[in-house]
């Protein structure tokens, strides 16, 4: 028997001396787009942006799209890095002025937490926000060995761990100089061994359930920080792990002492065939378009070509995918693709393989991938509104798909709400909505944007 956790973006806490940073995968713009936009997206200057950014917007109303939320994370994490001249540093933990205030912290008495301790949905309803008492997590992990033994990494409080199945949490990295935690990897044999990955940093290892930890990798490898988008252990032998990273997709035989490029290319998933750990799957993000690679020699080499797979045209872009399996169809791969065309942008189409990813086929939803969106028959799943009918998203930053381990029919897919399909991606219903206020059940259903993980978790282990 399962049940689904869903794990959802809400109130960041940490202050800005300590916060790491994650990257953004970029949207494309257009020469019509406002300066702001082609200057953020150009890398230009940081204070550059922020006062085109204002000139903009003394004149235009400002009405919330993906640039717009770029931009907010944008301009957070250059508060986060950067220093009174607008430069960003590399590493702010490295600052002498960010070690200086961390000991002086440390001298101070002694803190306790003060709530609040739970989502009030009348009085979100009545104030019109959300979220509060929430907090902003990007992954959670199950250990396979152990059921009650849950672990999740946030944006900007570090890495967490239960062991009563997410009744109780306890901080488990406060004594690294740790905050954003991407990706987490539990040794299927063996709750105690861990691997987290930072979401601009290093892959860390702890062999004593968390008490401790320490950086995996030769120090070249610790020298470069990078985004550790997925880490996967082989479940049948716990020495080989994968890590998929924007700087590429690696490999591990010793259990994390040392490292091996497979591809230089920017990896963003990795799934196992539910039955034969030799066949690997994992997606890449080359240009504007992602590319489906596939092991069939336990990961020592990965092939693309899959017939079917997203092809973008001339203007179109495609930069993003969520893939999943499950046990009750192993040879079947789910995949829930983001992009835009000249139609609109959000979801580009639910795509699914029933021959372990040779073919591919699209199942949803309307006639093409993109728009132009209809409630019915073409929803926009990615989107802000609760019936599909509105454009855009976050659909590069939240992202998240499952399917069910004993029902192959059943998937949620999310990026700002949570959609259900009992038709195996053919047809979406709105399960859960970003606001209180939207209409039927979203009060009863709530849950924020932005979803960046859906898991299907167990209540025992057989």
Known sequence: MNRIVLTLLCIVFASAIQAQTVPQTPYTFSSESPTWVQLMYENAPPLEVKSAFEEFYASHELVKNKDTQFYKRFLRNFQATGNGAGKILSDPREEADYLALRAAANRSENWD?????????????????????????????????????????????????????????????????????????????????????????????????????????????????????????????????????????????????????????????????????????????????????????????????????????????????????????????????????????????????????????FVCCGAQPGGPWEAETNPNTLGWSEDGTGDGGQYYYDLALDVSPTDPERMFGAGINVWRSENGGSDWSLNAHWVTWAGEFTADRYSHADVHDIKFLALTRA
């Open 113 to 361: 937490e003060a709530g609040p301790w739970h989502y009030d949905p009348e009085v979100a309803m009545f104030f019109e926000v959300q979220s509060p008492g929430a907090c902003h997590v990007y992954t959670v992990e199950q250990a396979a060995s152990n059921a009650a033994v849950v672990w999740c990494g946030t944006a900007t409080a570090g890495i967490w761990k239960s062991v009563d199945k997410g009744l109780h949490w306890e901080l488990m990295s406060r004594e690294l100089l740790v905050t954003s935690v991407y990706s987490i990897a539990i040794d299927p044999n063996n709750e105690n061994t861990v691997y987290f990955g930072e979401g601009s940093g290093k892959i860390w290892k702890t062999t004593d359930g968390g008490e401790t930890w320490a950086q995996t990798g030769s120090t070249a490898f610790q020298n470069q920080n990078k985004w550790v988008r997925e880490l996967r252990l082989k479940p049948t032998d716990a020495n080989v792990l994968f890590a998929a990273t924007d700087d590429g997709l690696f490999r591990s035989d010793d259990a994390g002492a040392n490292y091996t490029s497979l591809s230089s290319s920017e990896h963003m998933e990795i799934e196992f065939h539910p039955t034969n750990q030799e066949v690997i799957y994992s997606i890449a993000l080359v240009g504007n378009n992602t590319l489906f690679k596939k092991s069939v020699d336990g990961g020592m080499t990965f092939v693309s070509g899959a017939t079917g797979w997203p092809t973008i045209q001339t203007g179109e872009e495609q930069r993003r995918c969520e893939m999943a399996v499950s046990l009750a169809s192993p040879n079947s791969v789910y995949v829930l693709a983001s992009g835009a065309t000249d139609d609109g942008g959000g979801l580009y189409g639910i795509y699914e393989s029933a021959d372990q990813g040779e073919n591919f086929e």
